[in-house]
């Protein structure tokens, strides 16, 4: 099954490679700027605008995750998620081969798990969550929907990380 990824920006180059590198097959992307539309970006077409959307489930994209990053102001992602599940979307969640989530962890739907994140046993991550290249998430903890953990952000052991949270990097 193929995913379009909504947004076309730096973060939307970590999922794509996470996709790939996953196995999964990519649609093509989308993006706001008009400008951009037929772009081929890391390798996969940027297809249209959020508008399309509808039209890519009428022809058979049943799948997204949101390629939109969220440095301290995650509404923008939050939206993304909202509108694709709005048209029946699934959200799509991708975990990197070089990232480590243990068996009793649990990981929301369209969260990302970049190379080289570890999540260890019995913890929690929220929806459309980003688990970002090299984070540490230690044992019973839980993190809310949209949070994101920047590249080397270590979450230790029993902490709560709310929803729409940043922590950042190291």
């Known amino acids: 099954m193929s995913v379009v990824v909504i947004g076309a ?3 939307a180059r970590v999922v ?5 590198m996953s196995g999964r097959e990519i649609y093509g992307l989308l993006d706001a700027d008009t400008n951009r539309h037929g772009e081929i970006y890391e390798g996969s077409t940027i297809q249209g605008g959020d508008g399309l959307l509808p039209e890519l489930f009428q022809r058979g994209v049943t799948e997204f995750i949101v390629g939109i990053g969220s440095i301290g102001r995650p509404s923008a992602r939050v939206r993304a998620y909202d509108m694709g599940l709005s048209f029946g ?3 799509a969640t991708a975990v990197h081969p070089e990232g480590t989530v243990a068996c009793s962890a649990k990981i929301g739907s369209g969260t990302l798990v970049a190379a080289g ?3 260890n046993p019995a913890s ?3 929806l459309n969550a ?5 984070a540490l998430v230690e044992h019973d903890v839980e993190v809310g929907d949209h949070a994101h953990l920047a590249p080397g952000s270590r979450v ?4 709560r990380v709310g929803a729409r949270t940043h922590i950042g990097a190291g």
């Open 9 to 11: 920006g730096g973060h």
């Open 16 to 20: 794509v490679d996470t996709l790939r």
């Open 89 to 91: 979307f699934v959200a």
């Open 117 to 119: 994140a570890v999540i």
């Open 124 to 126: 929690t991550i929220g």
């Open 130 to 134: 980003i688990v970002n290249s090299m």
């Open 156 to 159: 230790l052991g029993g902490c």
